[in-house]
């Protein structure tokens, strides 16, 4: 059974610091996602990432693949309080990939 | 339509009860997916349609949850004798094949609250 782990859960950060979201997964797959959540809305896609050393950046936000280690990251590069949400990493399983199995989620409060 | 669309965004019924949950997805998306959201967890995978029939039901809790996507396109999945642990948000996601190679778009949801 695929299990994803994501850590830390709860990230509390200074504007215009950086930091870095893991993602650790247990069985092979070179699909994984990432998703942002805003309280009470739904998810909004941030990566795809489909290959061994694929690295994605949009703004501030860098995310990048290691199917060998199965580990993603995110990484947060001058962190604002606009970036403030829970973000899922989510990988997919099954005969096409069809299936995301989801972490737990890191809530990622930024403070002014 | 531009986005995948969920209805009723919010679902209070009680106890016993049957519900059902609609979902419009993105026009030309073969694949359909209906996941599960518990209070501070990440989504769990239920079900998945490729184009009319559900080729992976087993995320599924037990039969008293069905779905169905008769045409290929709007699916409802349905919760018959509800119970109060089925309180969720119930989203719906569609993409354009199974595999997700173009990521996946997720509707809004539905808060469904058993009391």
């Known amino acids: 059974e695929l299990k994803v782990e994501q850590n830390p859960l709860f990230l509390s950060m200074q504007e215009g610091k950086n930091y870095t979201i893991y993602c650790n997964y247990s069985?092979?797959?070179?699909?994984l996602y990432w998703y942002r959540q805003d309280p009470g809305k739904s998810l909004e896609s941030l990566f795809v990432?489909?290959?061994?050393?694929a690295v994605k950046q949009e703004g501030r936000l860098m995310a990048s693949l290691d199917t060998k280690a199965r580990l993603s990251t995110l990484h947060i590069t001058a962190a604002v309080h606009d970036l403030s949400a829970t973000y899922f990493c989510?990988?997919?399983?099954?005969?096409?990939?069809?299936?995301?199995?989801f972490g737990k989620g890191t809530l990622l409060t930024v403070n002014p | 339509g531009a986005g995948v669309s969920q209805t009723p965004s919010n679902k209070v019924t009680e106890k016993g009860k049957y519900v059902e949950l609609r979902c419009d997805p993105i026009?030309?998306?073969?694949?359909l997916y209906w996941y599960r959201q518990s209070l501070g967890q990440g989504p769990e995978f239920l079900i998945y349609f490729q184009g009319t029939g559900a080729a992976d039901d087993s995320g599924l809790p037990n039969d008293r949850f069905f779905a169905v996507r008769p045409e290929g396109s709007v699916s409802t999945l349905k919760i018959q004798r509800t119970e109060r642990g089925d309180s969720a948000v119930y989203l719906c996601a569609s993409s354009f094949s199974g595999g997700g190679g173009y990521g996946y778009t997720f509707g809004s949801g539905t808060r469904l609250t058993v009391v």
């Open positions: 990432l489909l290959s061994n050393g």
């Open positions: 989510a990988v997919g399983s099954g005969g096409s990939n069809y299936k995301l199995t």
């Open positions: 026009s030309g998306h073969t694949a």
């Open positions: 069985t092979t797959s070179d699909r």
